[in-house]
T-cell receptor, first 114, second 110 residues
Framework: DAGITQSPRHKVTETGTPVTLRCHQTENHRYMYWYRQDPGHGLRLIHYSYGVKDTDKGEVSDGYSVSRSKTEDFLLTLESATSSQTSVYFC?????????????FGAGTRLSVL | RKEVEQDPGPFNVPEGATVAFNCTYSNSASQSFFWYRQDCRKEPKLLMSVYSSGNEDGRFTAQLNRASQYISLLIRDSKLSDSATYLCVWGLYNFNKFYFGSGTKLNVKP
């Protein structure tokens, strides 16, 4: 299994509170991603990173911010959580070289915003 | 139009059956293709990459048709343990971005 750890694995929070999810990898892969998965929508990209301090938006980035200060850590922050952000969040990593751009996923974080 | 379209199913098949899923993609610049498997309440896991020439891994065969922009997955001799959701994925090398289908649910019954 790829060395990806997400924390926390489960979280319940209230509307309006800030929430930070952490993704930690031990593979030294260049690319890291945050997705959310909701019924009927599949996996949707929130933000991704292509190196330390290099990040870009995905298709559903509103209400989310990210930071990557070290190769191994990619943080996802919900500045002020809303009920629409209740979802399962997956972190993924990719080596990033041509022919080896397979993604590997963490176990996910189940977030409930009440 | 969605980047990736899949029939959500469920496909309910008996053990030992052969089942096939198709997936269409919208971007002709797509460069890499994959099938992932996702069990209930678990993370997606790579099942197989899909190559232009088609590829086989045991009971699983994947095909790519660039002209019609679809990929397929064939599962022979279905096992109970094959019950899962199968996600179709395509990616762009240059941007290392990936696009996922919503998945096709397979139920293999005794």
């Amino acid at each position: 299994d790829a060395g990806i750890t997400q924390s926390p694995r489960h979280k319940v929070t209230e509307t309006g509170t800030p929430v930070t999810l952490r993704c930690h990898q031990t593979e030294n892969h260049r690319y890291m991603y945050w997705y959310r998965q909701d019924p009927g929508h599949g996996l949707r990209l929130i933000h991704y990173s292509y190196g330390v301090k290099d990040t870009d938006k995905g298709e559903v980035s509103d209400g989310y911010s990210v930071s990557r200060s070290k190769t191994e850590d990619f943080l996802l922050t919900l500045e002020s959580a809303t009920s629409s952000q209740t979802s399962v969040y997956f972190c993924a990593i990719s080596e990033g070289t041509s022919g080896k751009n397979i993604q590997y996923f963490g176990a996910g974080t189940r977030l409930s915003v009440l | 139009r969605k980047e990736v379209e899949q029939d959500p199913g469920p496909f309910n098949v008996p053990e030992g059956a052969t089942v096939a899923f198709n997936c269409t993609y919208s971007n002709s610049a797509s460069q890499s293709f994959f099938w992932y498997r996702q069990d209930c309440r678990k993370e997606p896991k790579l099942l197989m990459s899909v190559y232009s020439s088609g590829n086989e891994d045991g009971r699983f065969t994947a095909q790519l048709n660039r002209a019609s922009q679809y990929i397929s997955l064939l599962i022979r001799d279905s096992k109970l343990s094959d019950s899962a959701t199968y996600l179709c994925v395509w990616g762009l090398y240059n941007f290392n971005k990936f696009y996922f289908g919503s998945g096709t649910k397979l139920n293999v019954k005794p």
